[in-house]
């Protein structure tokens, strides 16, 4: 399949973005350390439904540790964060499933390695979302199809390529059918000719609607599929502009000595 082409909303991958009202995720005076280190100092971003936001930026600068904040991986010190309205609470039964409304693909594919793709693809949905097997392995095929990759749904993963793995990785999280999807530097790991394929399922995924958030370098992706860049360096949003204005006329010093390192 076109991967580039949107195809209109896909009630396999975005019906869970079209309900409720108000921006999707809103993240309120959030600050965190790690011990003496302030990684993250007052971080306030809003991201509306079907708003895709590429995070920006040097290594060190807490990109990672605000994915993993909104995914509640990692607990925050102060201010809140609300997924759909909602805070996640910090533990019990309702965890698990608000946790389950944000997709998450890192850079290491993070993939079972004992379980084939297709379990792996639903094993989420039969676990938390308690979803039968049967419907959980038709969602998961189309998911497969989807991302290019069902004629890989019987093997392990180390028989697949980088970019394969990734783009399974994208599917199980799919699987779940997240609110928001929160990418963080998902080809940085990808052989240079494995990049295009995990993009452009990710450029697809943002023609349709999904909410995303996404860590990455990819000047051409940003340009491409995203609504605002947010620069962010030292643990705090220094620039937060739209993709053309930021690639070519960045409003902070620090964004354009950033930016003239990495182009
Ligand atoms: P980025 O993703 O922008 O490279 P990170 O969020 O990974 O930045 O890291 C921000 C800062 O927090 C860095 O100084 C990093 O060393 C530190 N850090 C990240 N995770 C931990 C951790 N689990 N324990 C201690 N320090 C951490
Ligand atoms: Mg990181």
Do not use: W
Request: charged share 25%.
């Amino acid at each position: 399949p076109d991967l580039t082409k949107g195809q209109g909303p896909d009630d396999a991958i975005t019906q869970a973005a079209a309900t409720g009202t108000g921006p999707l995720v809103v993240v309120e005076h959030v600050h965190k350390h790690f011990g003496e280190l302030h990684v993250l100092k007052d971080i306030n971003l809003t991201v509306d439904r079907g708003e895709v936001v590429v995070v920006i930026g040097p290594s060190g600068g807490g990109k990672s540790t605000l994915c993993r904040s909104i995914n509640r991986l990692e607990p925050i010190d102060g201010g809140r964060i609300l997924v759909d309205g909602k805070e996640l609470p910090k533990e019990g039964k309702d965890l698990a499933r608000l946790r389950a409304d944000v997709g998450m693909v890192f850079q290491s594919f993070n993939l079972f390695a004992h379980k084939t793709i297709l379990e792996n693809v639903t094993l989420g949905p039969v676990k938390v979302r308690k979803q039968g097997r049967q419907e959980s392995e038709k969602h998961a095929m189309e998911l497969l199809e989807r991302v290019g990759i069902a004629d890989q749904a019987a093997k392990y993963p180390a028989q697949l390529s980088g970019g394969q793995q990734q783009r399974a990785a994208i599917a199980r999280s799919l699987a779940m059918r997240p609110k928001v999807m929160l990418f963080d530097e998902p080809t940085s790991a990808l052989d240079p000719e494995m990049v295009n394929e995990v993009l452009d399922v990710m450029t697809g995924l943002a023609r349709e609607g999904m909410t995303m958030i996404v860590v990455t370098h990819e000047m051409g992706f940003a340009r491409r599929a995203a609504q605002k860049v947010v620069f962010m360096a030292d643990g705090q949003i220094v620039e937060e502009n739209t993709p053309d204005e930021f690639f070519t006329n960045a409003r902070t010093d620090r964004a354009k000595d950033f930016l003239s390192k990495i182009l």
